[in-house]
């Protein structure tokens, strides 16, 4: 599945069939609902469309919402992790930094609609399943539960970012029907989990590897732990997390910096990754988001290194809108090997690529914070294969769930639901002891513990926020500039706007 062909995203995504009421002639320069779902290659396509919803979180488009990396400023730009540059970055990325949340902003709509997007191609699979086709049994049963994956997937960040976000479990034809109110959580937990449980009965184990990077039953179990985590149903957590530890494909890399690696995508620590491609086409970045009408020309790719890599004179002449902070640096240990992998700072050798590779020492006034983002970049990303030609692009996958984040679940699933607080502090202790760090002594603070590894073990992923909100940390880490409606994100406007009241907006926005 590495390379995702947006011409099938595009066509996937008609509903409306444009025909001659009197004739009922079809039209002959374009895919239709009744042509296009027969065969297992047209599902398999309709299926990558859902998967090619989640490539544009970070996407950067001119024609839609004018995204610049938008996920970026509402996971990791708004903690205590990352500082947007006072004078490089967008207002946007400054507002939010300083937990200024406006629910006009365009972070806000372009994850709502992402996310909406890709529940919406996933309930088009579902419901041309049982319709005329060319499937088989088997075939209908794989597809079903792949879709049902997707769609708790997206169900998920919307709720993690939204609170009670719309559930949308089917398709609603009328166009001017399209509003739906908020759900509770308990109906989006419902939902979620019996999504993910008929994803873990119908997804094989594991595909072959022309299908590389599809999620798999094993992925669907692990989330069932994820989310009954984030429901704080210590006892299911348990259940599904332990059966994924003993029992699953996946290992813990020996070597934190190779995990990274675009060389050594969907690797043995990979529960679920996106998928990106390679620098076969245009390397406009702006052309990788699948609803620009020049999406016919490009694969799929991340702007990571054009918003990440330094600026302020560094070389490569990228943006370098987000930094890691102080605060980030101050809490790593002494002796932590992952600090090296994680960011540049004085005494390091810097690598960028723009068409040509650099290779120099990492001048700190690059950079407002002194400190430039590494992680998924450094020497073995800065090369012509992981880059556009002229170094906006990279095709490097995102890394968004893996074993070492599912091992610190499982430990806190046992520390809050009273389970065995030796096998906790061995799942803490394996990440540990990877990072070059001594096991923790005798009596050691668990859930301390357990939250310190997440924050450095999985810094830069999209994690950190939904971390400080669900333990409700907010004001121990922000301060006076906390306030409890941050614990969601603000409806966008439009969509408050377009419901005519039917969807309610959070609290305080």
Known sequence: ???????????????????????????????????????????????????????????????????????????LAITDDVAADAVLSDQISRDIDNLFLRASDTPYGAAYTQIYEGIYRANLVIQNLDNENSLTAEDKAELGAEARFLRAWFHFQAMKLFGTPPLALDIIPGINDQARPNATQDELYTAILADFSAAAAGLPEAWDSSNTGRATAWAAKSYIGKVNVWKKDWAAAITALADVVNNGPYELLTDYESVFAFDNENNAESIFEVQYGGPFSDDNLWVFDDTHSEDFKASQGTGRGWYWDASNGAPGGKLGWWAPTQDLVDAFEPGDARLSTVLYQTGDTYYSFDGSRYELPYDPTWSSTSYTLKKYRGSVNAVPGNSSPNGQADYNNERWFRFAELKLLYAEALIEGGGDL?????????????????????????????????????????????????????????????NDRYNVLPFPQTEIDRSNGLLIQNTGY
């Open 422 to 482: 030796g096998i906790a502090e061995q799942q803490i202790n394996d990440i540990r002891v990877r990072a070059g760090l001594l096991p923790l002594l005798p009596g050691a603070d668990l859930t301390q513990a357990m939250r310190q590894e997440r924050r450095v073990e999985l810094a830069f992923e999209p994690h950190r926020w939904f971390d400080i909100t669900r333990w409700g940390i907010g004001s121990s880490i922000f301060g006076a500039s906390w």
């Open 1 to 75: 599945m590495k390379k995702i062909y947006l011409f099938i995203a595009s066509c996937c995504f008609l509903s409306i069939i444009s025909c001659n009421n009197e004739l009922d002639l079809q039209p002959l320069d374009r895919l239709t609902a009744d042509t296009f779902y027969k065969t297992r290659a047209d599902f398999d396509g309709a299926v990558f469309a859902s998967y090619s919803s989640i490539q544009d979180f970070w996407g950067t488009s001119t024609e839609t919402l004018s995204e610049r990396g938008e996920f970026w400023k509402i996971t």
